[in-house]
């Protein structure tokens, strides 16, 4: 192996610095997106009583279902720590919502 390909090896395999190791671990922020936003519009849904389907969720951001579960598994469940509550109707609709 050349010098040069040895550096470039080390250098991928190098630590990330300090500072950014430590963004990583801070406590997660609720409101980390400007107000408005998708990510806003979804946890509202989420928090009303009847809670919200993936349908309702779907229309207010033009997502697609399989962004809208990834959502609510990596950003809801994950990121925020929120305890999110599905429940199967009658009709078969899944809802889903916020804890508390």
């Known amino acids: 192996m050349s010098?040069?390909?040895?550096?470039?090896?080390?250098?991928?395999?190098?630590?990330?610095?300090?500072?950014?190791?430590?963004?990583?671990?801070?406590?997660?922020?609720?409101?980390?997106?400007?107000?408005?936003?998708?990510?806003?519009?979804?946890?509202?849904?989420?928090?009303?009583k009847q809670g919200a389907s993936l349908a309702e969720m779907q229309s207010a951001t033009d997502w697609q279902a399989h962004s809208v579960r990834g959502f609510l598994s990596g950003t809801v469940k994950r990121r925020l720590r929120l305890k999110l509550l599905s429940s199967k109707a009658k009709n078969g609709e899944r809802r889903y919502a916020i804890a508390g």
């Open 3 to 48: 010098k040069i390909a040895k550096k470039a090896t080390l250098k991928s395999v190098a630590k990330k610095p300090a500072a950014q190791q430590q963004k990583r671990n801070k406590a997660p922020k609720e409101s980390a997106s400007p107000s408005g936003s998708k990510h806003d519009q979804i946890l509202a849904l989420l928090r009303r």
